[in-house]
């Protein structure tokens, strides 16, 4: 199995940045792709981002392209979401996932479908 550990939520003010981290243990040659959800309470989660561990190609949501960026630490087996620029609509609790597919394919898989999701971490922007 694959065990996810995500880290680095927290208060912050609008227009601040916070770097969200997702350590990834077990088996992790099981997983390709790698994504961040976002889910706000009543909500379906959304896709944020996706990285290919393979290619590395990375892939953004339209909500938040340009602001928030993904990059992975292979060696760590650790994916990173740096998100600048915060806006209060941004407050949510954020996964992460892992899976077999490419980044690509985790663009348009519901979260609840993917192979291994982490606990969550809160994020909250005050305005």
């Known amino acids: 199995q694959v065990q996810l550990a995500e880290s680095g939520g927290g208060l912050v003010q609008a227009g601040g940045s916070l770097r969200l981290s997702c350590a990834v243990s077990?088996?992790?040659?099981?997983?390709?792709?790698m994504a961040w959800f976002r889910q706000t309470p009543g909500n379906e989660a959304e896709f944020v981002a996706a990285?290919?561990?393979?290619?590395?190609?990375?892939y953004n949501g339209d909500s938040v392209k340009v602001r928030f960026t993904i990059f992975a630490d292979n060696a760590k087996n650790t994916v990173y979401l740096q998100m600048n620029n915060l806006k209060p609509e941004d407050t949510a609790i954020y996964y992460c996932?892992?899976?077999?597919?490419?980044?690509?394919?985790?663009?348009?898989?519901?979260?609840?479908?993917?192979?291994?999701r982490g606990q969550g971490t809160q994020v909250t922007v005050s305005s």
């Open positions: 996932a892992a899976d077999r597919r490419s980044g690509l394919r985790l663009m348009t898989t519901a979260f609840a479908d993917l192979d291994y």
């Open positions: 077990g088996r992790t040659f099981l997983v390709n792709g």
């Open positions: 990285i290919s561990r393979s290619s590395g190609k990375t």
